[in-house]
């Protein structure tokens, strides 16, 4: 497969949003929700084609459809299609995994002269799998690591920032305990998942129970988007679930052994859970690709385990096998897949601490657990969540997680996750989202690919490959040529996984277990735990929680605090080149970059909010040594006696060829001041990132640099009147010459874990809707709503998403609810036409994301769905008309309140004919009209939203209740009457 860079190319203004009096201009072209994608069949209106694809008209734009010539590989990105090399946005997968769709309403889809698709990062397409069987010939289960062998670090790897390299004990043996392991299996489809088509999957995983009384801590994970199923004789990866004939289970729950078993081994509840049945549907049937699906099997876990916990029944009925399954019975099924599992629905009573929460997500898996801890939030009474860790997370929505403590660990050498999405977890959380007062981190750990920290992802299991394709590449590379190149920083497999198993541990024992000496790990100064501190380069950066922060600058705004003299110029810029919504501020990325999406992590686009503004910050460049840049303190902020640090965000520009160098400075009031290089308190901070000619590495990332107080003081600075810092260009490893860098915010503060608190917070979702297409340019309202209203103004920006132009959405702009409001109604002009489409109608992609003083809801994603009015070509039916959308925000809030019809009897006889007739409804939309589920027929309703209906009860209707129901086809409104049918027609007693 070729794939294509995403070459930015003009294209014609066509979507705007508005919101109230805020308009918001962009370029247009939408993507289909999976359910709505459909390849245009035989004599439909095909206006382009080629070898595999076709584009075809539909109501609003052109339905994109490419062939594969094999299934699709299971991976954790997303599959985009691209027009002459340029990105129609993320592509809806058919079920067998050999087609992909995009609805888009760009017109020169119908110009194309080839339309093919790579994945959304970029990443390799491959799929490998092993050549053989691991030797007892079933998927094996990772064993608890001790101290694995020493490797370098990397050649020229700077030393950690200055403090203790290693944490006093390992959180992988710091638990001697005894403890209990055992698999739990209610059946395939033993439970309803959530946003995902209305299938059931499996309610499975694994339950490390730590021996004696007592509750214990509860951790639970989620691992990412893999095969379901292995082939048992080629034993590659297999789609289907229930795993079809001739394949196995792939137990991606079992991959996370070696952390589990650590932590109870030191006293914590963990159970990892399985979602097989996600990852072989979500690209299919999930709008959000499984993000919803996946945080409520969490939460639907947590309430299993409470049940549990507490003594009382736990049953789940299986689809698949028709049998009604108790936890015993689940436990024992268990022993299929962990033979020596002895725990029984009695042991686990009392075990479990429900005040004292984590979750560990890895891949989709991450921003599972990220979505769990949002959709926790708009609960009526949360679980007690205390802390998160996002293992090489994918971040689609652009989702912000407010109250708890989070971790995301970023592996350098991903091939999978190849843009390290899952950076904006923390970035987009950083600068004021939330009013919470809680520590987050960000770690990369340099030579580790993305699917090695889970062991029944590694080969030679079945399904298993390096996702980090590129075995010569001589950084990341495997072969013996990369690894003789003297630049390579790849870790073994065992030394991967190890590091995994103590970060991820280290992390609970931290924020769960009250264990200090391992906050080192996460608080940004930079220890490691002993078992992987020779071999690994693990490089962190923190936000401490506000109460114990004071931010000078976050340089994210442009200010009369910071100026720039002589050679040095500063600014404030957001996002990489290539938007097609204007920009407020200039790109962060130099004139003429060609870093790729990849090598830029803070500002990645997200699939589903590309357009979204991506962390400002500020760019410093220099032609000389001669000026600086000057931040004067406020006069609020200049006594820091009470912290412990001074810390600043930053990283050398694109310019940088290998180092470069900067010299920091503090002056008091009196004029003293302390000095000290970049290079001196933490050189990654002006050190480029391993590069090769690989576009995912060279990457730009903030490192931190942190200045202890102690030197201030012990140069004689008044630490009560502190009045400047100053960053001055010096020489580097490049020499004497230019440079430039990034720097993002900048202030003091003193490291702890702060107070993790749930709290019932408003959700933010938007709301489908149905519109006709007409003939011309038109305007059309989606509304966006608040679960309850907010004490404090909430804002979030609504996505019209996908586009030809890069991987930028069609029309993106910030909706604001003012205290108390709870529904904005945002206008989404519509371009129609006077052609006959290909399908009946096309569902246009729409979500909100990187909400503040809110969450994300379980509806964050919705569709607007344009009715084809000019007639559909083929054999296909056309959709029933919607009528003229009226007042959405009163439209939605309808649905939750089913109008009544009105009956002309109330009693009627089998065969007697009852008008009835309602209001309400759209200025023509049809109505259906069923009774006890039967549809009768439809009517259309008059300009005033009224309808009428005849209703004619069956000869043969038995004497009994029956239910007439009238469901508007665009606006959704339901009214229902019931009657009574009794006696034969024209009998009395009536």
Same mark, same amino acid.
């Given at each position: ?704 640099? /942190? ?80 679960? /309850? ?202």
């Amino acid at each position: 497969m070729t794939t294509h860079p995403r070459i930015p190319r003009a294209r014609r203004p066509l979507v705007a949003l508005a919101a109230g009096l805020l308009t918001l201009s962009a370029t247009t072209a939408l993507t289909a929700l999976p359910a709505a994608a459909a390849a245009p069949g035989p004599d439909t209106a095909v206006v382009d084609s080629g070898a595999g694809w076709t584009v075809a008209e539909a109501a609003g734009g052109y339905l994109v459809s490419l062939t594969l010539d094999t299934a699709l590989p299971v991976k954790d990105d997303m599959p985009v299609l691209l027009a002459d090399g340029a990105s129609l946005g993320p592509a809806a997968e058919s079920a067998d995994g050999r087609t992909l769709t995009v609805t888009t309403a760009d017109p020169s889809a119908a110009t194309a002269t080839a339309v093919t698709w790579q994945w959304s990062t970029g990443g390799d397409d491959s799929a490998a799998g092993p050549g053989m069987l691991p030797a007892d010939s079933a998927p094996r289960t990772a064993q608890p690591n001790a101290r694995q062998p020493s490797g370098p670090k990397g050649p020229g790897s700077p030393p950690a920032p200055a403090g203790p390299a290693a944490t006093s004990g390992d959180p992988t043996t710091v638990g001697t305990g005894h403890y209990t392991v055992a698999d739990y299996d209610f059946g395939a489809q033993s439970i309803a998942l959530a946003d995902i088509g209305g299938i059931r999957g499996e309610l499975e995983g694994r339950i490390y129970l730590p021996a004696g009384g007592g509750d214990h801590p509860l951790v639970v994970f989620l691992h990412g988007r893999h095969s379901s199923c292995y082939n048992t004789t080629t034993l590659k990866g297999a789609s289907g679930w229930p795993c079809p004939a001739g394949t196995a289970p792939i137990l991606s729950y079992a991959g996370y052994d070696g952390a589990g078993q650590a932590l109870a081994a030191d006293g914590f509840t963990v159970v990892s859970i399985s979602a097989n049945a996600i990852n072989a549907n979500d690209n299919q049937l999930s709008p959000d690709d499984g993000a919803v699906s996946r945080g409520q099997l969490v939460l639907d876990t947590l309430t299993m385990l409470d049940a549990a916990n507490s003594g009382r029944p736990v049953s789940h009925h299986d689809a698949a096998t028709g049998q009604d399954l108790t936890l015993d019975q689940a436990l024992a099924a268990g022993r299929s897949t962990y033979p020596a599992g002895t725990i029984t629905a009695r042991r686990l009573v009392g075990t479990m601490d429900f005040s004292r929460i984590g979750l560990m997500g890895h891949s989709r898996g991450g921003e599972g657990v990220v979505t769990a801890g949002t959709l926790n939030e708009a609960l009526p009474h949360p679980w007690n969540l205390t802390s998160v860790f996002a293992l090489a997370p994918i971040d689609f929505t652009r989702a912000t997680l407010p109250d708890v403590v989070t971790t995301t660990l970023l592996p350098y050498c991903d091939g999978d996750v190849s843009d390290q999405q899952g950076q904006h977890f923390y970035a987009d959380a950083r600068d004021g989202t939330f009013s919470d007062d809680v520590q987050r981190s960000d770690i990369w750990v340099m030579g580790t690919d993305h699917d090695f920290y889970n062991s029944s992802w590694t080969p030679p299991y079945p399904g298993a490959s390096d996702d980090w394709s590129a075995t010569n590449d001589p950084v990341c590379g495997t072969s013996a040529t990369a690894l003789a190149s003297g630049r390579n920083i790849r870790l073994t497999a065992a030394q991967e996984y190890q590091v995994g198993s103590a970060y991820i541990a280290g992390f609970f024992e931290s924020t769960l277990g009250g264990q200090s000496r391992f906050q080192g790990m996460f608080d940004g100064s930079g220890q490691e735990p002993p078992s992987v501190a020779d071999y690994a380069d693990v490089r962190t950066v923190a936000r401490q929680p506000s109460s114990l922060r004071d931010d000078i600058t976050t340089f994210a705004a442009a200010s009369p605090q910071v100026t720039a003299t002589g050679a040095v110029t500063a600014t404030v810029c957001a996002n990489k080149y290539g938007r097609t919504v204007p920009e407020a501020l200039p790109y962060c990325t130099n004139p003429g970059s060609t870093l790729t999406n990849q090598q830029v992590p803070y500002w990645t686009p997200a699939n589903y909010a590309p357009n979204v503004p991506l962390n400002p910050m500020t760019h410093l460049t220099w032609s000389g040594t001669d000026g600086g840049l000057r931040v004067a303190v406020p006069p609020g902020s200049r006594n820091v006696s009470r912290y412990d640090e001074m810390t600043v965000d930053m990283s050398p520009d694109e310019s940088v060829t290998t180092g470069t160098d900067l010299e920091l400075s503090v002056t008091d009031t009196a004029g003293r001041t302390w000095r000290g290089p970049v290079s001196g308190l933490n050189p990654w901070g002006v050190t480029r990132m391993p590069a090769s000619t690989s576009t995912n590495l060279g990457k730009i990332v903030l490192q931190q640099v /942190h200045v202890p107080t102690s030197a201030l003081r012990k140069a004689g600075l008044d630490l009560t009147r502190l009045s400047a810092i100053g960053f001055t260009p010096a020489v580097g490893a490049d020499g004497p010459v230019g440079g430039g860098a990034y720097l993002s915010d900048l202030g003091f503060d003193s490291k702890d874990q702060g107070a993790p608190r749930v709290r019932r917070r408003p959700a933010v979702d938007v709301a489908s809707t149905a519109v006709e297409e007409g003939a011309g340019p038109g305007t059309d309202a989606v509304a966006v709503y608040l679960s /309850h209203p907010s004490a404090s103004p909430v804002t979030a920006y609504l996505t019209v998403i996908g586009s030809a132009t890069g991987t930028a959405g069609a029309a993106m702009g910030q909706v604001t609810f003012p205290p108390g409001a709870t529904c904005r109604a945002v206008r989404v002009p519509v371009t129609g036409d006077t052609v006959p489409g290909a399908v009946p109608s096309a569902a246009y992609k729409i979500a909100v994301s990187d909400s503040t003083d809110a969450v994300l809801g379980s509806h964050d994603f919705g569709a607007l769905t344009v009715r084809e009015d000019d007639g559909v070509t083929g054999a296909a039916t056309p959709a029933l008309p919607v009528g003229v959308q009226g007042n959405v925000c009163a439209e939605h809030s309808a649905l939750a309140h089913p109008g009544r019809l009105t009956a002309a009897d109330s009693r009627p006889a089998p065969g007697e004919t009852v008008p009835v007739r309602a209001s309400g409804y759209r200025d023509g939309e049809a109505v259906t009209f069923t009774l006890d589920s039967v549809v009768l027929g439809t009517a259309v309703a008059s300009s005033d939203g009224a309808v009428r209906f005849a209703v004619v009860i069956p000869a043969g209707h038995p004497r009994a209740s029956a239910v007439v129901s009238a469901t508007g086809a665009g606006s959704g409104r339901v009214s229902t009457v019931s009657l009574r049918v009794s006696g034969p027609l024209g009998g009395g007693g009536r």
